[in-house]
Each structure stands twice: as C-alpha cells, then as structure tokens.
C-alpha cells in the first residue's frame, strides 16, 4: 500500500459560533474601520452620515495598513469600546 | 536517531558471507563456505530467505534484512572481510580471485568455474528498499501518513487532497522525504518559521515533504528553507502578498556559490523553464505557502488575475558576468555567502534596446519602460528590479557605471511633474490624488530603495527585463534577504 505524508499544517478548523445578531443598534457603538485603502474613507463617512441620522453612535478606527491583518491591540480596542464593526474593504 | 540505523553488526571482524536460497550462485558457492567455515578465521553465514540455508551450517537468518542493509548488500552472495565493524573489502559474486583477495585463502572452490554473476540482495527489491529506507532512515517522521486505496493513483489523491498548484507534484512517499531531509542538518521538527496567513507553524520536515512534491532535489533544500525564513517576515509580508488583488507573488533571487553547486541557471532563459534547480525551488516555497500556510486561490489568495510566476519564479544571479557587484552584496552580505532575495513581484515586461551604444541612452530607455510599472502616472507605490542581459551590461561596463550611477540617472529621468500625474490628467482618471499634485509638485516614480538591479541571461539579445513589484515601503513589502544555511 502506498502512503504518502500529509504536506499541509494538519490544523483543524476550529468552528466558532456566531456572535448573536444585534437585535438593535440603539444602545451600542458601531466602529467604522478604514483599512486605509483608497477612498475607503469616503464609505466610512457615508456610513458615519447615515448611521448618525438614525441616532446610532460610531467610533472611527484606523488599520495602519490595508496590506497586513489588523495590530492585536486595535482589535482588542474595537472589541472593547464597540458592539458591532464595519470594515471598508473597498478601493 | 532511531535504534535500527545505530544497530551493530552481528560481528564485527573476521569473515561474513551472504547468500540466499533463491539463488544459484549461492548455491555453487556452499563448498567454498564449507572450505572457509574450517578454516581458522571467524566466520559466519548470513542467509537473507532461510534460516535453513545452506544445510549444515550455523546459519544468521537475516529475516527482516537489518545485516544486509546494514552492509549495503546489492548481490548475493557477498563475501564480507570486517575489521572493527566496518567492511574493509568485499567481493560480489563468485569470483575465485575476489574471494580469495578477500579471505586471504588460496585454491579456493577448486572444480568451480572461475567467476559466476550473483543475484540481487533481497534487500534491492522495491518495495523491501522502502522499507527498510524507512526503519534505517536517522530521521523521526510526525507528519500524518495519508494511507492510498491500492486503485488510488499517487498523482491523483495529490489533487484529490488539494495539495498541488495546478501541476502534477512527486508523491511524498516516506521514503522520498527520508532521502529529502538528507538535504539539511537541520533536525526535521525544526520550526522553521510562522507562516501566515493560517500562522501555522512550519517545520522542516513539512517543507521537505513540499519540496518533494515540488520535484526538488536534497541538496535545494537549504535553498527553499531559507527563503521561508525570508518569506515569514513581517518586513517581506507573505500574509498580504497572498491576499492581494494584485498580480503578484514571491519571486527569489538566489546569490552566492550555491547556484553553481546546485546546477541552477543563470545564462539562456534564466527566467524561463528548463531548470530544475531555478523551477522547482521556486515552485517549493509556493507549495509550502499553500499547504502549510494556507493560501489557496479563491481563500485567502484573491488575486484578480494572478501571474504564471505564482507556480515558480526563481533565478540565480550571474555574479561572474556582471560588471557590478552582486545582488547579496548590495544587500550586506559577504559575496563568499549564498544568500536568497525575496521580491513581491511578477512579470517580466521586456525592455527592447537594440540601438544604443551609450549609458546615457539606454538608460533612457531603460527609464521609458520602468515608467509603466503600475500605471504610467502612479508614482512612489511599486517597486522593481531589472535583470540586466549581458549585451545592456557590457555598454554600463564599458561606460565604467556603476549600478549607483544607474539609478541615479534613472531616478532623476522619472521625477515625474504633478501636472502630468494627477488623477484626471491627460484625460485618464487615474493618477496622483489631484490635490497633492497641484502647485508644481513632482513626483519620484521610485523610492530611494525601490529600485533594483541583477545581472543575468544569455550572451546573444540586447533585451533586459523587468519585474515589476507589488507595493513597497513598510507598509506593504520590502525586499528580504537572508543567508543560505548551506
């Protein structure tokens, strides 16, 4: 019989649940994060526009760079200060 | 170390002869092992196949073929003399002067013919080789064995798994990656490096069993398990270079004496196919990347059109024929050490200069076609290295410029005007941010490290090339060297 070795990292995948969905967002603060890619900031500040219109507080947060994950102590600031995240991914 | 590869001989001076059953030869020969057994030395008979042959005499039965192995035995019978358990001659066969040199004895086998060709040693046979390949092999594998189905085609379950670029990879048999990690010193459980973007932890051992699969030789792997250290840095960043919408991926220049050793090509199509050595290391750290890292087309990788030069894209400098210094020396190293360069790039886009006979001109040229990298009118963003064919570098050589005096002239032929840059300019939207362009602002197209030049290629056509990178600085990727551990 022929065996051959596993080249892979043979990391299983952890399933993680879901956070529940927000059943509203009246009381929590929504982060914006701007990956810094170009005019990621003009869908932050529409986003800022139309959350603030239905009373929805934001905090705005910056990724030094769209090009590497997000610093650990920024996700844990979001994670901390914030309810629900929205990430601008766009060019 | 396994306790079978450090396994004693049964004895360890004096005479040992090994046959088997299965074989005529042997069996011609039980006079003169009878001829040997009464004479003074010590002796002794290892059989491979019975414990019962040759009749008559107190027989070692080789049954799980550890003796054998353990002399290396190709053909039965052998006649063995050892000396403090090491073989100090031997003979294959029967031949009656081998034998004779061998065992000091005279007039052996009297009434034999004077030579008859033996059979294989038991321990040749496919599947037998393996295995014991396998049990002697100094090296403790922990990767999962992925056992085939006996209809499942080794290729096949390769792609079935996942596991290949696109291309057929060499199956990594046990065996294959035993006789790979012979390539290194490094002990296989060795982390090598995190690899992101699972940031799994990459051993030697996995990076042996991808450059299997890549079709790499032993003696390539320090190559491959360099560049992996070079590729895991955050200055390098493979984790964004994966991710990227761009075209790009790792492209490795390797420097030093170790490209002669290893037979890589740096002369007529150095950045093209032919070369095991140049394709294969290449292709070794993209599969690492793949398997252990976990980038994958359509997952983390989300390239909009991706780039042949993600399967392999790896050459080595021609440091002997070039008029300047070498890429590794550039970059702070000794030229006496290999060395390999990560780049975030692709291509190549070819330069065309048939008609200059002057540095000031060619460089013009050269200028001309690095303005295009990216876009015509982005500056500061991309970087690029130009591999220099020889016929451009004889007329620098020639001019006495130096790869200093080169850019130099390059970067003050691409400031470019904001006028002419700015988003919107020329009719093209794309561009400089207008705002940032205004008031007679210029623009460098490269940064003061974003520009590079390596020499390489066949002695005919005034063609260079150029790689164009991903986005440089910090913030993204900069070029990564380190020493081959060799």
């Known amino acids: ?91 | 170390m396994s306790d079978e590869s450090t396994m004693a001989l049964p004895v360890t001076d004096g005479l040992l002869a090994v046959v088997k059953d299965d074989c005529e030869t042997c069996h011609l020969v039980v006079p003169v092992l009878a001829e040997l057994a009464a004479g003074d030395r010590t002796f002794t008979v290892v059989s491979q196949d019975r414990a019962d042959f040759p009749p008559g005499f107190e027989v070692l039965h080789d049954r799980e073929l550890d003796i054998s192995w353990k002399l290396r035995t190709e053909t039965t019978p052998t006649i063995y003399r050892l000396a403090e358990g090491e073989v100090a001659d031997q003979q294959a066969g029967w031949l009656r002067s081998g034998w004779e040199r061998v065992t000091g004895a005279v007039g052996l086998g009297a009434g034999l013919p004077e030579q008859r060709p033996g059979c294989g040693s038991d321990t040749m046979l496919p599947d037998v080789y393996q295995r014991l390949m396998r049990r002697h092999s100094p090296h403790r594998i922990s990767s999962r064995r992925v056992d085939l189905g006996s209809a499942e085609d080794p290729i096949e379950a390769a792609y079935a798994r996942g596991w290949t670029d696109g291309l057929p990879v060499t199956p990594p048999t046990e065996e294959r990656v035993a006789r790979m990690l012979e390539g290194t010193s490094q002990a296989p459980g060795e982390v090598v490096c995190v690899l992101p973007p699972d940031l799994a932890e990459c051993t030697v051992e996995k990076v042996a069993i991808n450059a299997v699969m890549a079709g790499c030789l032993p003696e390539y792997l320090p190559v491959v398990l360099a560049a992996l250290k070079a590729a895991a840095t955050s200055r390098f960043n493979i984790h964004g270079i994966s991710a990227t919408t761009y075209f790009t991926g790792p492209v490795m220049v390797v420097n030093g004496p170790i490209r002669r050793r290893i037979g890589m090509n740096s002369g007529i199509n150095a950045l093209g196919q032919g070369n095991r050595a140049n394709l294969t290391i290449g292709r070794a750290l993209n599969l690492v990347v793949r398997n252990v890292g976990g980038s994958r087309p359509g997952g983390v990788d989300r390239a909009a059109l991706g780039s042949p030069g993600k399967l392999s894209f790896c050459f080595p400098e021609d440091e002997e024929g070039s008029p300047w210094e070498p890429l590794s020396v550039e970059r702070g190293f000794p030229p006496e050490d290999s060395t390999v360069t990560l780049f975030a790039g692709h291509g190549p886009i070819e330069i065309i200069d048939q008609k200059s006979r002057n540095p000031e001109s060619l460089a013009r040229t050269f200028a001309l076609q690095l303005r295009m990298v990216g876009h015509p009118k982005l500056a500061g963003m991309a970087d690029a290295i130009v591999v220099v064919s020889p016929e451009h570098a004889r007329i620098f050589r020639e001019a006495g410029w130096s790869k200093t005096r080169l850019r130099r002239e390059i970067h003050a032929l691409l400031t470019l005007p904001g006028a002419e840059v700015a988003a919107g300019a020329g009719g093209v939207a794309e561009g400089m941010p207008p705002q940032v362009a205004a008031g007679g602002k210029e623009f460098a197209k490269y940064t003061s490290e974003g520009l590079w030049f390596v020499h390489a290629g066949g002695d005919a056509g005034m063609f260079s090339a150029i790689i164009s990178g991903w986005i440089g600085g910090a913030a993204s990727s900069q070029m990564t060297t380190v020493a081959i551990d060799s």
């Open chain 1, 1 to 91: 019989m022929t065996a051959l070795l596993d080249p892979t990292s043979e990391r299983t995948v952890q399933k993680r649940q879901l956070s529940p969905r927000l059943p509203d967002l009246g009381e929590g603060t929504v982060a914006l994060l701007d990956i810094s890619k170009p005019r990621g900031d003009v869908f932050i500040k529409r986003l800022d526009e139309l959350f603030s219109e239905r009373g929805v507080s934001v905090k705005h947060y910056r990724k030094p760079t769209f090009s590497k994950p997000a610093p650990l102590d920024l996700r844990q600031q979001i994670a901390a200060e914030c309810t629900a995240v929205v990430e601008a991914l766009a060019d």
